[in-house]
């Protein structure tokens, strides 16, 4: 993230993050956010290791969570290549965990 920072820096960018394990996130949600990015900006996709793979929400979770879907491999997918243009953007993704 301090590299992400220090280039940012350099080359006069701003620095959009959007954290994926957050248990709101949907692939319907990443496509808006992605979308209102500014052009000449960072994306920086944070926690992607969590982003899909073994979410599970708590039970007292369910009634909250009722009727979303949660973010799949697909969807952002989507996202990165998808239809929303994404010129003049640069992405970055950070992990916790670089074996996943």
Same mark, same amino acid.
């Given at each position: 993230?301090?590299?992400?920072?220090?280039?940012?820096?350099?080359?006069?960018?701003?620095i959009s993050t959007l954290n994926l394990s957050?248990?709101?996130?949907?692939?319907?949600?990443?496509?808006q956010l992605l979308s209102n990015v500014p052009?000449?900006?960072?994306?920086?996709?944070? %926690?992607?290791?969590?982003? !899909?793979? @073994? +979410?599970?929400?708590?039970?007292?979770? $369910?009634?909250?969570?009722?009727?979303?879907?949660?973010?799949?491999?697909?969807?952002?997918?989507?996202?990165? %290549?998808?239809?929303?243009? !994404?010129? @003049? +953007?640069?992405?970055?993704?950070?992990? $916790?965990?670089?074996?996943?």
């Open positions: 993230t301090s590299a992400i920072m220090a280039l940012a820096g350099h080359f006069d960018l701003s957050q248990g709101t996130m949907t692939d319907d949600r990443l496509q052009e000449e900006s960072i994306i920086l996709l944070e %926690d992607i290791d969590a982003a !899909t793979v @073994g +979410r599970h929400y708590e039970k007292e979770d $369910n009634i909250r969570f009722q009727g979303m879907k949660p973010l799949t491999l697909s969807g952002l997918l989507n996202a990165l %290549d998808g239809v929303i243009s !994404t010129e @003049g +953007r640069i992405i970055f993704m950070t992990t $916790n965990y670089i074996d996943r």
